[in-house]
């Protein structure tokens, strides 16, 4: 993605801003891990939305007034010692070529408190703007039982020192835009599959009766950084047997027995995008009769799913349809009785939003549109069998209909059987 994508985006999300007033977006910084660790860094998604920037604790302003729109970026100063201990920081004139923001609005972060004080909350000659701002924009996400979402923390002196500033939400005016990607979005996504199609052939030509599941999550992620991707979008799931029927199942240290299948829920990144593909296999390279029987019901729900999708439908059609195909499924497999049963073997959507973030951010309450990415991943979890089955495909939605972007990825039971052979 060039600067353009992010120059573009930027002026979208502005338009949505009221008048008179300011967005500040952090990029976030590494976690604590340890007494003298940290988790690696993971960028905050919206900011790099805005500005295709990986980098810790840069600051973003936008500022709405009047006519006229203001950006400024605030990064780490590339010094020498942070470039030898640290590694290399990015400059003032790389980041203004990665996101488009002129290079005389790139300041340091150690001028920020003094910018906000002296050229936005201020009514002197020097202000930046026309007049002082009344409102402030902030992501307000927050997780789970969080009291005060994240941005409070990182913004507190502002929000402290100005209490007459009005908080608005700008993380949901940033979701709704996420929600539709643009082409170059959808390219990095497709990528991001191509990686995880490789990890996942990658495993079927090597898996075997005895192997660890431990053995095999390092496979994938060993073969996707070959080809290129940064690393996986989210914990792999390698779950054996009865393993199969946990849902998010990570500990991926168990012994794969014969006649075992093997349930694959695992995806690359692709510059932050991600994918996300679920795949059930045969550890011997042989579906059992059984076995074959609950697969190809959930294969044929996975198919019927995906051919319902287009601009119009709502996600929840999609979840009310899969849902009462399995249940008809298992009532025909002789597991269930009755429709309202199939909680016992099935209890997860069909379909969420894939983009930057594995469940990525939008609406389910508007239908669905051209541009918008969703997973498809019926599954049956059988525990007494020992028969945990997901298939799950990543699927474009267009203005005539879907486009399939993990189709090359083989699905069907002879397809997987031939290859393992």
């Given at each position: 993605?060039?600067?353009?994508?992010?120059?573009?985006?930027?002026?979208?999300?502005?338009?949505?801003?009221?008048?008179?007033?300011?967005?500040?977006?952090?990029?976030?910084?590494?976690m604590?891990?340890?007494?003298?660790?940290?988790?690696?860094?993971?960028?905050?998604?919206?900011?790099?939305?805005?500005?295709?920037?990986?980098?810790?604790?840069?600051?973003l302003?936008?500022?709405?007034?009047?006519?006229?729109?203001h950006?400024?970026i605030?990064?780490?100063?590339?010094?020498?010692?942070?470039?030898?201990?640290?590694?290399?920081?990015?400059?003032?004139?790389?980041?203004?070529?990665?996101?488009g923001?002129?290079?005389?609005?790139?300041?340091?972060?150690?001028?920020?408190?003094?910018?906000?004080?002296?050229?936005?909350?201020?009514?002197?000659?020097?202000?930046?703007?026309?007049?002082?701002?009344?409102?402030?924009?902030?992501?307000?996400?927050?997780?789970r039982?969080?009291?005060?979402?994240?941005?409070?923390?990182?913004?507190?002196?502002?929000?402290?020192?100005?209490?007459?500033?009005y908080?608005?939400?700008?993380?949901?005016?940033?979701?709704?835009?996420?929600?539709?990607?643009?082409?170059?979005?959808?390219?990095?996504?497709?990528?991001?599959?191509?990686?995880?199609?490789?990890?996942?052939?990658?495993?079927?030509?090597?898996?075997?009766p005895?192997?660890?599941e431990?053995?095999?999550?390092?496979?994938?992620?060993?073969?996707?950084?070959?080809?290129?991707?940064?690393?996986?979008?989210?914990?792999?799931?390698?779950?054996?047997?009865?393993?199969g029927?946990?849902?998010?199942?990570?500990?991926?240290?168990?012994?794969?027995?014969?006649?075992?299948?093997?349930?694959?829920?695992?995806?690359?990144?692709?510059n932050?995008?991600?994918?996300?593909?679920?795949?059930?296999?045969?550890?011997?390279?042989?579906?059992?009769?059984?076995?074959?029987?609950?697969?190809?019901?959930?294969?044929?729900?996975?198919?019927?799913?995906?051919?319902?999708?287009?601009?119009?439908?709502?996600?929840?059609?999609?979840?009310?349809?899969?849902?009462?195909?399995?249940?008809?499924?298992?009532?025909?497999?002789?597991?269930?009785?009755?429709?309202?049963?199939?909680?016992?073997?099935?209890?997860?959507?069909?379909?969420?939003?894939?983009?930057?973030?594995?469940?990525?951010?939008?609406?389910?309450?508007?239908?669905?549109?051209?541009?918008?990415?969703?997973?498809?991943?019926?599954?049956?979890?059988?525990?007494?069998?020992?028969?945990?089955?997901?298939?799950?495909?990543?699927?474009?939605?267009?203005?005539?209909?879907?486009?399939?972007?993990s189709?090359?990825?083989?699905?069907?039971?002879?397809?997987?059987?031939?290859?393992?052979?």
């Open positions: 993605m060039n600067s353009n994508e992010f120059i573009e985006r930027r002026k979208i999300l502005i338009d949505e801003l009221l008048d008179n007033s300011f967005a500040l977006l952090a990029s976030g910084e590494a604590h891990k340890t007494w003298d660790q940290f988790h690696k860094y993971i960028p905050n998604r919206n900011f790099f939305y805005l500005t295709g920037l990986m980098r810790e604790n840069f600051v302003f936008l500022a709405k007034d009047d006519s006229q729109i950006e400024y605030f990064i780490e100063e590339a010094s020498d010692y942070a470039n030898k201990w640290l590694g290399k920081r990015l400059t003032k004139e790389e980041v203004a070529e990665i996101s923001i002129d290079i005389n609005n790139i300041l340091y972060v150690q001028e920020f408190r003094n910018f906000i004080a002296s050229r936005v909350l201020t009514d002197s000659r020097a202000s930046l703007l026309s007049k002082v701002p009344e409102n402030l924009y902030l992501d307000m996400f927050r997780y039982k969080m009291k005060k979402p994240v941005s409070f923390n990182f913004f507190s002196e502002i929000i402290d020192n100005y209490p007459e500033l908080i608005k939400d700008l993380g949901g005016l940033i979701s709704d835009m996420r929600r539709i990607k643009t082409k170059a979005e959808v390219l990095e996504i497709q990528k991001a599959i191509d990686y995880t199609q490789k990890g996942i052939e990658a495993i079927w030509k090597n898996a075997k005895g192997i660890n431990a053995q095999l999550e390092a496979l994938f992620e060993y073969t996707i950084k070959v080809e290129g991707s940064k690393g996986v979008s989210f914990d792999t799931i390698v779950a054996s047997g009865k393993n029927t946990v849902l998010h199942y990570v500990e991926n240290d168990q012994k794969i027995e014969d006649n075992s299948l093997v349930l694959l829920d695992l995806g690359a990144l692709s932050l995008y991600a994918g996300d593909i679920s795949r059930t296999f045969p550890v011997n390279g042989k579906f059992t009769e059984r076995q074959s029987e609950f697969y190809q019901m959930v294969l044929d729900v996975n198919k019927k799913t995906i051919e319902m999708i287009k601009p119009g439908v709502y996600v929840k059609e999609l979840n009310d349809f899969a849902r009462d195909m399995l249940a008809e499924g298992m009532i025909r497999l002789g597991k269930i009785k009755e429709k309202s049963e199939i909680s016992k073997y099935y209890y997860h959507n069909v379909s969420h939003y894939l983009g930057l973030d594995v469940h990525d951010v939008g609406t389910y309450s508007q239908p669905l549109s051209p541009g918008a990415v969703i997973t498809v991943e019926p599954g049956i979890y059988i525990e007494e069998e020992a028969i945990g089955i997901r298939i799950e495909d990543d699927v474009l939605v267009t203005s005539k209909g879907h486009e399939n972007l189709k090359n990825i083989i699905k069907e039971i002879k397809d997987i059987e031939d290859f393992m052979k």
